[in-house]
């Protein structure tokens, strides 16, 4: 990376990382607070200078939930005891798969149901869902409802 002067950060052998708090980082903890990630020191032998770099967070935004289009298959997850859900999902056309040990459906039978939308399985860590021990990732979370019904109807 390179900045205005032209100095290669990559070039320079950083001999110092510290953490926000530690020895060293009490001036720049005060001037950025929170946003302060690190502070490295760096060596630069073409001046001889010692640089002082911080890692500060400029931007912090929420990361949007998955889009899906309405042809595209999901993985919902459903407890065995919530009969209500698993009938919402059976009238939506889904199928349960008892390989992944979850419903799938086409995402745009369920998209008007926050119930069910919010169930839909992204990577997400199933151990607070009452009734599910062991659960599989799902492979693939998403694929189109056109092709994938038929392997779902077998």
Request: charged share 30%.
């Amino acid at each position: 990376m390179d900045n205005e002067e032209g100095i290669k950060f990559k070039e320079m052998k950083a001999y110092g990382h510290l953490k926000p708090g530690q020895k060293g980082t009490q001036r720049l903890v005060s001037r950025f607070g929170a946003a302060l990630v690190c502070v490295r020191y760096r060596h630069d032998e073409r001046t001889g200078d010692n640089l002082t770099t911080a890692e500060i967070i400029v931007d912090r935004r929420p990361r949007g939930a998955p889009r899906y289009r309405d042809a595209d298959m999901v993985a919902v997850a459903v407890a065995y005891t919530e009969t209500a859900i698993r009938d919402k999902l059976k009238a939506a056309g889904g199928r349960w798969n008892p390989d992944e040990r979850v419903w799938r459906v086409c995402f745009g039978a369920i998209r008007g149901d926050a119930e069910l939308v919010e169930r839909i399985l992204g990577g997400i860590d199933l151990v607070g869902i009452v009734g599910i021990n062991e659960y599989k990732s799902p492979i693939p979370v998403t694929g189109s409802c056109h092709r994938d019904r038929e392997k779902l109807l077998i």
